[in-house]
Each structure stands twice: as structure tokens, then as C-alpha cells.
């Protein structure tokens, strides 16, 4: 791979959403819904878990840290999405750029990781619930906690560094509402062939890994559910949420990244880009205070005591 010392181009041009006045302010308004809501949501579930001694329990320490996750995660893009749709050109430095796709990547690897260690968390709860205490420690789920995060920003680090290496000579209009992998790595003008085997090595990594870890617990789980000769339902119950989540999650991931380049159409791109990386943060919280009832008791009771207090 060829190095330039300069890169030439110096910002990109994001074309986000073009339109009308009327529905690019329409589509505004739902962006903006949508990420209130978002970050409403996860901060409620972390204010959950932190205030109500019930919910101090491994599954919901997960659960806390992808609330936290999900909330940076559609911060990273979002924001400058909605900007765009006020700026006369919507553009973004090099540098601003990569450290875009740089975190973008880094908590989507975190979140493969981590789903994978709240599967584990449901294997042991279900398929071995004698040990789950001693299993479970505070210290194990703090350590899998740290260890989905370190993961997750490593690998990231590693995919920016070789992208980030890379020339880019011009165009600079990235077909996109952020930076994401496939459109700057179609603007570059250099071999990429090195940093292209790089994110295609890391991604079967931390994509194949932690799903591989989530199918054989939920494998386990299944097996031993069919076995049980009552509280199938119960069983299932506590683990649904949490499938479901990985279900949407994997799903618009691997559809997304698991395709040839060479297939690829950019508004398509656009609208599944939209689904993972905004729809999807914003129906968690919701499918876990669903279908979760001690979350669905902790929110009531908080509710109920902030309409004491203002009583």
C-alpha cells in the first residue's frame, strides 16, 4: 500500500438527505424525535438500574452499559445529521472524518461483544443456576464489561489507522449522511488492498466470535428449557428481550456488511444505515421495559414517586 505524507483531500461532503424544503423538514423532525427519544430512553434505564436495589443484578448491569453504549452510539451520527439539514454544505474535515467512523465502528464492535456477554450471563442463569452467584461475580461482569470495551475500541483503532493511511485525491462526496467504511474506502485513491484485508479480517473477528458465543449459550438455553418439565415459559421469558435485540442487532449488521461492495447501491445503503444505527437504539429500551417485568415495576415506581414529589 501506497503512503502518501499528505492527504490531499482535506474535507468531505456529506450528501445526507436531499429534498424539498417540506420533507427534508418533515425527515428533520423525525430524526429529532427519534434521537430524544433514544437518549430519554437509555437514561431512564440507567437511572433504573442505578436507583433500585431489585435490578442489581448482573443482567441488568449489562443491560446499564448498552443503555450507556447506545446512547454515545447514536450520538456520534445523528447530531450532524440534523445540522446538515440547516447547512448550505454539509461538510466534514478529514480529521473530524475519521474520528467519526472511528467511534462509530468502536461501539458497534463494543456492542457485538457485550451482547455476546449478556447471552452468556442468560447461558449460566438457565443452564446453571446453582452456580449463577458464585459464577456471576460483581468482578466477572465488571471485568466482561471492560473487556467488550477495550475489544471494541481496539479493533476500531486498528481499522482507522490503515484507513486513515490511505490517499484520497478527490471526488470528496461521500453518498452518505456519516462516514462509514465502504464509502471512504470507495473514494481513495491508492492501493487499498491492505486496509481493505485489514477491516475484512477484524470484522469476521468480532463479528463471527461474539455471534458464535451468542448462538451456542441460546443453543444451551433452548436445550435445556425443552427439558424442563414446567417454568418453560418463565425461562424464556427472561431471556426474550435480550434475543430479540440481538436478533434486530445482527440482522441489519450482517446485511449490511456481509454483502459484496460490488452490489452495493448507495441510497440503499442510506436506508439501512438508518436502521441500525437510529431505529435500533431507539426500539431497545423499549423491547426491554417491555417485555422485562421488574424494569416495568422499577419505571412505575418511579413514576409514582416523582408524582408524590410534585404532589
Not at 450528501?15 to 433514544?38: D, Q
Not at 486513515?164 to 470507495?186: E, K, M, Q, T
Not at 473514494?187 to 448462538?215: R, Y
Not at 446485511?255 to 437504539?281: E, G
Amino acid at each position: 500500500m501506497e503512503v502518501e505524507n499528505q492527504t490531499r483531500v482535506t474535507q468531505f461532503i456529506l450528501v445526507g438527505f436531499p429534498g424539498s424544503g417540506g420533507m427534508r423538514a418533515t425527515v428533520f423532525l423525525m430524526f429529532l424525535v427519534a434521537y430524544v427519544l433514544t437518549v430519554a430512553e437509555n437514561a431512564v434505564i440507567i437511572v433504573l438500574v442505578q436507583q433500585n436495589r431489585p435490578l442489581h443484578k448482573p443482567m441488568y448491569f449489562f443491560l446499564a452499559n448498552l443503555s450507556f453504549l447506545e446512547t454515545w452510539y447514536i450520538s456520534v451520527t445523528v447530531p450532524k445529521l440534523l445540522c446538515s439539514f440547516w447547512s448550505v454544505s454539509n461538510s466534514i474535515s478529514f480529521t473530524h472524518c475519521m474520528i467519526q467512523l472511528y467511534f462509530f465502528i468502536a461501539l458497534m464492535c463494543t456492542e457485538c461483544v457485550l451482547l455476546a456477554a449478556m447471552a452468556y450471563d442468560r447461558y449460566v442463569a438457565i443452564c446453571r443456576p446453582l452456580h449463577y452467584p458464585s459464577t456471576m461475580s460483581h468482578g466477572l461482569c465488571f471485568r466482561l464489561a471492560l473487556a467488550s470495551w477495550a475489544i471494541g475500541f481496539g479493533i476500531s483503532l486498528a481499522k482507522i489507522y490503515f484507513i486513515s493511511r490511505l490517499s484520497f485525491c478527490g471526488p470528496n462526496v461521500i453518498n452518505h449522511f456519516f462516514c462509514d467504511i465502504s464509502p471512504v474506502l470507495n473514494l481513495s485513491c491508492a492501493d487499498m488492498s491492505v486496509a481493505e484485508l485489514v477491516d475484512f479480517v477484524l470484522a469476521l473477528v468480532i463479528f463471527l466470535l461474539p455471534l458464535s458465543i451468542t448462538v451456542l449459550s441460546y443453543g444451551c438455553i433452548l436445550a435445556t428449557v425443552l427439558r424442563m418439565p414446567t417454568g418453560k415459559q418463565k425461562a424464556f421469558s427472561t431471556c426474550a428481550s435480550h434475543l430479540v435485540v440481538v436478533t434486530i442487532f445482527y440482522s441489519a449488521t450482517i446485511f449490511m456488511y456481509a454483502r459484496p461492495r460490488a452490489i452495493h447501491a448507495f441510497n440503499m445503503n442510506k436506508v439501512i444505515s438508518i436502521f441500525y444505527a437510529i431505529v435500533t437504539p431507539a426500539l431497545n429500551p423499549f423491547i426491554y421495559c417491555l417485555r422485562n417485568r421488574e424494569v416495568k415495576q422499577a419505571l412505575k415506581k418511579l413514576i409514582s414517586c416523582q408524582a408524590i414529589r410534585s404532589d
